[in-house]
């Protein structure tokens, strides 16, 4: 009987209906110092492998062993979520035998994950969490763009049992990112469940708009595609209508549907890269909005006016100014320039710079960082 | 100004960094009456591409361009969102310039979506439907596992405006599945926005849980994975711990959270392929919970005893059994068991069989052809 039904249930579970069936080799093998990447590829001149762990964008060449397998052997990188490529003769792609990914966007890489006794910063461990919030998935009517958008809603543990009324951050995606994102790469749930129930940030709603000019949707949804081709135009860098949607529609929605206190002293704004833009844009306009600010992997550009910027920002007021960049971000000429301006404006800022390049590994601390000094 | 900041943009796109930009191939081209698919790999002997649009498994060949690129050219299936993959050099792996993906428990497949005029049950244009419900992905605390399980719930438009309670249907995936595939690839929030906006199907509630016995959640949540070796465990295949979590756990847990008529005539379960098994299992078990049952792409298995499976149903009575299996479809000697055994004990049952393989357009299908029918 359990042959039989085995059958079943391997054919059952479609997607791996192949040749290979189940015992097929998982890349990479992970030892107690060492890392092995496998790929087969026989008949490949040039494989090469490329992960966030590495210094650089150029990757590192694999090399081909006696038995025609293509290998990769470093030595085990710290605890983190990393993501990584594989190119065989100049195309790049997933990591063929390992079924881990995360579609960004528009690309999809592969996942490599470093287990540790402590990653607070990612709460790698579920289980350890008995008090989870949730995730929602919904559409709010834009008037600024004409059409529905999505948009992803974290509620807190103990959201729906009470009457309590929540403070609300409002987090952007950057440059090729969705309303997932945040969620999936970001570990949205899992940082901030662990950082509310060990007591280091205040329960609050987080809103995670879609904030892509021409998607409305992540990729998973939206049929048909739409190719981002270019991201030069105006709407996609200064976020015109993705700004307007969030103070006309996205605020206004969420204030409707959910138990928040509508002030500022109650609202944050952050973003990372694009989104970073984005946090910059809406601040100038609607300064009166946001109490807490946060400037993840970004800052002023070299087109941006500070006093335009940050001027009405100063004069509304503000209880937390907050930039997170490393200083091997490639954003980073960009932090320094707000961080400069902030000092010569004689406005109060906080600065953190204990993080990697511009990736998620560094969002997730930005996170980590940032949500506790929220609301206090 | 826009140069410099798409160029910050370009970047900010973190998993699109690599060498080819974003003015990259993308496969496949798709003309007014075939698909074209290019693959890249120069130095490959064997170059397959395999279809859920083509019969069989064994895929079909690819061949060398005179530019050193391999091609496939084929007639456009109908209108559908198809999966394939593309294999070379016997290695299978998605299609390197498609960035679109889906994920189905453990295995990744490439996406290709073709575009017609009415394809309602996928409900494809998301702007042509302005009444859309919300995906909610949280936990529930499972006392027949001992630890927290992740489920999706899919509450349709206007649940948080109303006092209205709603029925609920209780939606089981297949053996390579999580709580994401149904609303991913099975397209659920599409297909019942679009089914209770034009009025077909009564506004309900579908609760789409974890049912795999190793895993708590997807593997975008997971931290460490499990892989899943072996699928031929008795809790694999007859859902022991997960069975009993539905009837101890989540339905008390559902019942307790959302406005929703707790009561036989308004439950409704459904499973596909292994999710199939489930739903015998806990109508067998629990044949007072449901007044409406759907089997999906299985039946009973040649080791299931009609009596033992159908009995309890029979006696406990019920508004529909519903049965829905292509003629191809590998699960289908099973589905004619079940119609045998439903038939001989005199029970009514409907059955739906226009539909194709294992694979989730059958699914995605069913879903449009069963929910109408439920809570009438």
Known sequence: MKKTLAIIALAACTLSANAQGFKQLHSPEITADSLIFTVIAPNAQNVRIQGDWMQGWGGEAMTKGADGKWYYRTAKPSPEIYMYNVSIDGQSSIDPTNFRIFRDGQSVKSLLYIQGDKEPYVAYDDRSSTQKGQIVKRWYNSTAHGYARRLTVYLPYGYDQGKQKYPVLYLQHGGGGDEDCWTVMGRVA???????????????????????????????????????????????????????????????????????????????????????????????????????????????????????????????????????????????????????????????????????????????????????????
């Open 190 to 376: 899992q940082i901030m469940d662990y950082l509310i129930e060990k007591g280091k940030a205040k329960p609050m709603i987080i809103v995670m708009p879609n904030g892509m000019p021409i998607h409305e949707a992540s990729a998973d949804v939206m049929m048909p595609e739409q190719w981002v081709e270019d991201m030069a135009s105006s709407d996609f860098m200064d976020g015109t209508n993705h700004v307007k949607s969030l103070y006309a529609d996205i605020i206004p929605f969420i204030e409707k549907n959910y138990r928040v206190v509508a002030k500022k002293s109650h609202r944050a704004v952050a973003g990372l890269s694009m989104g970073g833009i984005y946090t910059e844009q809406i601040t100038k306009q609607h300064p009166e909005m946001f109490d807490y600010i946060g400037v993840l992997s970004m800052g002023l550009t070299p087109q941006m006016a500070p006093e335009e910027f940050l001027g009405p920002v100063k004069n509304a007021g503000y209880k937390l100014y907050w930039i997170g960049c490393g200083k091997t971000d490639m954003a980073y000429s960009n932090a320094e320039r707000s961080m400069k301006a902030l000092d010569q404006m004689g406005m109060k800022y906080e600065y953190f710079g204990e993080l990697g390049g511009h990736s998620w590994d560094t969002w997730r601390k930005c996170l980590f960082e940032f949500a506790p000094k929220l609301f206090k």
